[in-house]
């Protein structure tokens, strides 16, 4: 299987006996050729590994007298040399005749996204979507694309997001469909739309969104006359549902270069809408790094917590948490009187911030309940000092951050970006001696496990009271002696727990 290069008014290239490469390129890319000569060697590679089942589905389609190709981000991940199992086709198939196609043929068929002209099916290890060709449009009040379908896979790929994902490979054969340039776009890593940025984001304000989401995922530069069209329209995003860029915009802080695609929304106005907190952050100066403002502040932080990360993967907790730890800031600000600026408590109200922006953007409880609980904790280490808390002080600290403490630690890492050497050094040792005394007195208590030295069966039969509100209040006492003074032996905890309900009476 070849694929080959073409001019953007040459829609189709066919060049089955050809070796990769041998067709020219357009004079105004001759520059790139040796980079579409690379591009064009991880497709063939790529396309060869999937070539059996996208075949055997190319030909079951054409036998019907139904076209099939593959097509969009397929496409573009093969060309990149990352092309995974999960594979995208177009067809000009209505969804029932995709039906009738595929299911003799694939180990499972689903029909979630039928009603969008979508069918998935699972075929050996390959997750399969097939989607007939049409249109999305929106009106100036819907939140929902009306769908409908065309019979011309040009047609179809104008109006695909970015020319880099309207490319296509007609099945089965060797015929690669770029009407729009996407190679050509691929080889110079730049997104541009296949017809004007105007129409295309009027189609789908949500690819906005994506553009940014690409340049962060890709590292590729977003065209000047995309970025104008994001900012001329960013009002358009409002339509579109809080699921989806919600969506969006998690793939853009799990990418590998979040920082790149958040300033290009906050450049284009889009974050404003989406995330005001952000943009908001510019303008403000932080007490603690007088050489850059929150904004800057932020965002290295939120590429110190990535280097922290597990090599298990990206972490979206910790990544939003870093994100959002400071936007209390803005709305805590004082000037004082001798010229500082403050920002007390700025960590308890950006955690109620925190919680408001992610419901409003649908983000899961759980998700959303550990954001705000590293948010509001992330100044908690800067009383440590020089090591001066008590032990029952680093049991607390424990205890508040619960299954948190891991990304505590690492969000409270990330949060130093003074430039001072010296300064920078003091907190890493300060932190060190943290970890190392929460570390011991672990070894010791057992502190991610820490309850009372009596449980509530205990104290109903010493104080011979029955379940209610006293047993909660004669736990919470316990535990509160527990992280005061460590363990004591049952003989001890007895007597405290009689002594304080002597107390009561």
Not at 80 to 94: E, K, P
Not at 108 to 132: H, L, M, N, S
Not at 209 to 237: H, N, S, Y
Not at 291 to 305: I, P, S
Request: net charge negative; charged share 30%.
């Amino acid at each position: 299987m070849y694929v080959v290069p073409h001019a953007k008014n040459t829609p189709h290239a066919a060049v089955p006996d050809a070796p990769v490469g041998q067709a020219a390129a357009p004079a105004e890319h001759a520059s790139a050729s040796n980079q579409l000569s690379v591009v064009q060697r991880r497709a063939v590679a790529e396309l060869l590994r999937v070539a059996p089942v996208a075949d055997d589905l190319g030909r079951r389609f054409a036998a019907a007298g139904h076209r099939l190709a593959l097509v969009g981000g397929s496409v573009r991940d093969a060309l990149l040399g990352r092309l995974g199992n999960d594979l995208d086709f177009t067809t000009d198939a209505r969804p029932e005749q995709v039906l009738a196609l595929v299911r003799p043929w694939a180990d499972a068929v689903w029909e979630v996204g039928i009603a969008f002209g979508t069918v998935g099916c699972r075929k050996q290890d390959f997750q399969i979507e097939i989607t007939t060709y049409r249109s999305e449009a929106y009106d100036r009040t819907s939140r929902k694309p009306e769908v409908s379908y065309g019979d011309s896979i040009e047609d179809d790929l104008v109006r695909r997001d970015f020319t880099v994902n309207a490319m296509a490979v007609d099945l089965p054969g060797t015929t690669f469909v770029d009407p729009y340039g996407g190679l050509a776009d691929l080889a110079d890593r730049v997104l541009r739309t296949p017809g004007t940025p105007e129409s295309s984001f009027a189609d789908d304000p949500l690819r906005m969104m994506r553009a940014a989401r690409f340049a962060a995922q890709l590292d590729f530069e977003v065209a000047p006359e995309v970025v104008a069209a994001m900012t001329a329209m960013a009002e358009r995003i409002d339509i579109v549902s809080a699921e989806r860029v919600r969506d969006e915009f998690t793939k853009l802080v799990l990418s590998d270069n979040p920082r790149k695609g958040l300033l290009l929304l906050v450049e284009t106005g889009i974050a404003a809408r989406v995330l005001p907190e952000l943009p908001t952050l510019r303008l403000e100066s932080d007490e603690h790094h007088r050489h850059k403002d929150v904004y800057e502040h932020t965002l290295t932080v939120l590429e110190q917590a990535m280097d922290l990360e597990k090599p298990g993967g990206p972490d979206l907790v910790l990544r939003l948490s870093a994100l959002l730890h400071d936007i209390g800031k803005p709305r805590t600000r004082r000037f004082e009187d001798d010229g500082r600026v403050s920002f007390h408590h700025h960590e308890v109200v950006g955690a109620h911030m925190t919680k408001k922006r992610m419901k409003a953007l649908k983000y899961p409880k759980d998700v959303t309940d550990e954001v705000a609980r590293l948010v509001e904790l992330h100044l908690r280490f800067h009383g440590y000092g020089t090591g001066e808390w008590t032990d029952s002080a680093v049991r607390r600290y424990v205890r508040d951050a619960g299954p948190l403490l891991d990304r505590l630690h690492k969000l409270t890492r990330s949060d130093c970006t003074t430039r001072n050497r010296r300064k920078a050094a003091a907190l890493a040792r300060a932190y060190d001696s943290l970890e190392e005394r929460i570390a011991r007195l672990q070894e010791q208590e057992q502190l991610d496990a820490i309850r009372p030295d009596l449980d509530g069966n205990e104290i109903m039969g010493i104080l011979d009271i029955p379940p209610g509100p006293q047993v909660g209040q004669a736990y919470k006492h316990m535990l509160e002696m527990r992280l005061e003074h460590g363990p004591m032996d049952h003989e001890t905890a007895v007597a405290e727990l009689k002594k304080w309900w002597a107390e009561r009476q």
